[in-house]
């Protein structure tokens, strides 16, 4: 790869982490609102408000940066870095077709595994630094969240690498077949529920309850850094959606042609990404003991039953 390449191809995965988490965003402002029977924003930038979002990242920039005086101070500012950059990261090894990756290496589902674990990181970093009850709260919320759903997170993906032979995302895409809709399909459920919990969002947004903490550790943020924890969840729900497409729907396999398989992994992406706001609105939200033995009294033995069906399965050259 030349220096050329290498520059456009970091261009462009910067470019999508602009891009799409905002359409996310959107889209959760306007479905959510009509699956509630309202029409969500309407007038900023005209048609449907689609430009509601870039007024809300400009009233963020306009906002004071506040650093409460008893906090910690490098560790605060630092956490929402810490919350948004892995992101980007994950973001440029997802494959949406075959050698359009901005970052193409063997063991591309464990480093993004290991940068979607160091993001969840920044809510813990926020609630322990914040020094303020509530967000102290809401971070050690996240660090219970993080042990407990990061483990069902791996079950499923293991049980997917060991199906596919693999380690490399473009080599999963490319070992699977249709039958893996039946066959992983207790994994597909484990790693949806625990990608939601995974990203703090309802009905597993237990760590920014706003009903109980305010906004947990997220509470002494202000302007453009809590406009950063924003950005990294939903960068986080385009993240973990076209994961599920690659690893379970098959990404760029389909029924278009072949130049047009990066669209039919986003339109998969976005389906997936459809229902996880469908969840925030279908679903009110869990207590503390409910979250944990939901992780492990189910989730968890649902994926080492997943996995042990998987290497039978291997084992017996289904």
Known sequence: MTVLEAALRAVAALAAFLVLPLLVGQAEHKVMAHMQGRLGPMYAGGFHGWAQLVADGVKFLQKEDITPRAADRWVFRLAPGVALVPYLLALALLPVHPGVAAVDVPGSLVLLLAATSVGALGTLMAGWS???KYSLIGGLRAAAQLVSYELPIVLAVASVALAGG?????????????????????????????AVAELQRPPFDMPVADAELVMGAWTEYTGLRFAFF????????????????????????GPLPDALGWLWTLVKGFVVALVVIWVRVAWPRLREDQLQRLAWLWLVPLGLFQVVLTGVGVVAGW
């Open 130 to 132: 914040s020094a303020n």
């Open 166 to 194: 693999s380690l490399s995302l473009v080599g999963l895409a490319d070992a699977w077949s249709p039958w893996w809709l039946l066959w992983q399909l207790p994994g597909a459920v484990v790693f949806l529920v625990a």
């Open 230 to 253: 924003l950005l990294a969840e939903y960068a986080g729900i385009v993240v973990m959606s076209v994961l599920f497409a690659v690893l379970w729907l098959g990404g760029w396999h």
